[in-house]
């Protein structure tokens, strides 16, 4: 299937392609060889203009994953770990080069110039770097609002026992593309923001909502406490 689209006002076009000649990324899920490219037209713009199949619709989320905005943007997020039915929050804080991730008390922060893996609540030390481990109990890692959302994606989608069913939701006070994965266990849903922001992440381990989202930046929180 293809698409080619000229906008009313002639500014650019902007084409989906499936088995097509490589023209922006090839998206890396298993056993779906296609190519998409989206210009800057959010993706579910263009797939409300073409009958896509279940494989197309999952993969361009995975675009829009890949391709996150580097900012200036600030995010909030409610967290529901469903084992246990802990309840949290999360917050990324993004401007080029720099990064701010907050996961319940676990800060990492990267500059220009180092990264750190600290707590709000400064009751440890920060250690040089990202530690990964140190938001396993949150079933997220600090790329969950982009890479980590993608690879969930990708992993679901190999695993769905039926058709996916795309909507769009309003999450955050912005409009969100989603897809509901059927699965051997329950239904995975994935929302995405067409900045490609993570909107909502809701599976069997946890719940990621997002809740609020600003161009306003903080910039102490790109600061590395000291001692």
């Known amino acids: 299937a293809a698409l080619d689209r000229v906008d009313v006002v002639g500014e650019r076009e902007d084409r989906l392609l499936v088995g097509g000649v490589p023209l922006h990324r090839h998206l890396g899920v298993p056993g779906v060889g296609l190519t998409v490219e989206v210009g800057d037209v959010p993706v579910h713009r ?3 203009l073409v009958d896509v199949s279940d494989e197309v619709l999952d993969a361009a989320l995975v675009v829009e994953l890949d391709a996150v905005t580097a900012g200036p ?5 409610d967290l529901l770990v469903k084992y246990g039915m802990t309840t949290g929050y ?3 804080v993004l401007v080029p080069g720099r990064r701010s991730i907050t996961i319940g008390n ?3 922060i990267q500059t220009e110039t180092e990264a750190a893996t600290c707590t709000v609540d ?6 040089g770097g990202f530690n990964p481990q140190a938001t396993s109990d949150w079933s997220i890692s600090y790329d969950f609002y982009a890479a980590d959302a993608a690879q969930r994606l990708r992993r679901d989608a190999m695993a769905k026992v039926g058709p996916s069913l795309a909507h769009d939701e309003s999450i955050g006070g912005l409009p969100a593309t989603c897809v509901d994965l059927p699965l051997p266990n329950g239904t995975a849903v994935y929302c995405v923001l067409d900045d490609g922001m993570l909107a909502m992440l809701d599976d069997g381990d946890v719940r990621v909502l997002l809740t609020s989202v600003t161009d306003a930046i903080d910039n102490t929180k790109f600061v590395v406490p000291a001692g």
């Open 46 to 48: 263009l797939l409300r």
């Open 73 to 77: 943007v600030s995010a909030r997020y």
């Open 90 to 92: 999360a917050e990324v």
């Open 106 to 108: 676990v800060h990492y």
């Open 122 to 127: 400064s009751t440890a030390p920060c250690a």
